[in-house]
C-alpha cells in the first residue's frame, strides 16, 4: 500500500503559478505510476496529468498542455506539478492519486487504487 498527501495548493492570482506537491509513504513509491486529478464544484472530478514509475512516460490534459508539468523524484518519494499561467477555471481541489498498471496512460479515477485527502487551488481574477 501507499499513503498519498498532497500539500502547496492556496490562492493565486490569475497568470501566476503553484507547484504542487505529492508525499508518498512507503518503500515503494518507484512501484507506481501517479496522476493527477481535480474536482471544481458542481463538477466531475477530471484528469490532469500523469507519469510512470520511471518519470520516463507522461501525458497532460489537452486543458492543461503547455502550461502544467508533472514530474516526480522517486528519491524522495514524491511527485509533483508545477503549474504556470493559472486561470480561474483552474479552480479546484487538486487530488494525487497512485496505480500499478499505466494502460493508456492512466486517464480516468477508475485506474487507480489509491488517493489523497486533496489541496485546494484558487485562482482569482
Known amino acids: 500500500q501507499v499513503q498519498l498527501v498532497e500539500s502547496g495548493g492556496g490562492l493565486v492570482q490569475a497568470g501566476g503559478s503553484l507547484r504542487l506537491s505529492c508525499a508518498a509513504s512507503?518503500?515503494?513509491?518507484?512501484?507506481?505510476?501517479m496522476g493527477w486529478f481535480r474536482q471544481a464544484p458542481g463538477k466531475e472530478r477530471e484528469f490532469v496529468a500523469s507519469v510512470s514509475w520511471s518519470g520516463g512516460n507522461s501525458y497532460h490534459a489537452d486543458s492543461v498542455k503547455g502550461r502544467f508539468t508533472i514530474s516526480r523524484d522517486n528519491a524522495k518519494n514524491t511527485m509533483y506539478l508545477q503549474m504556470n499561467r493559472l486561470k480561474p477555471e483552474d479552480t479546484a481541489v487538486y487530488y494525487c492519486?497512485?496505480?500499478?498498471?499505466?494502460?493508456?496512460?492512466?486517464?480516468?479515477?477508475?485506474?487507480?487504487?489509491?488517493w489523497g485527502p486533496g489541496t485546494q487551488v484558487t485562482v482569482s481574477v
Open positions: 492519486a497512485a496505480t500499478l498498471y499505466y494502460r493508456d496512460y492512466a486517464r480516468t479515477s477508475n485506474d487507480y487504487n489509491y
Open positions: 512507503g518503500r515503494t513509491f518507484s512501484s507506481y505510476h
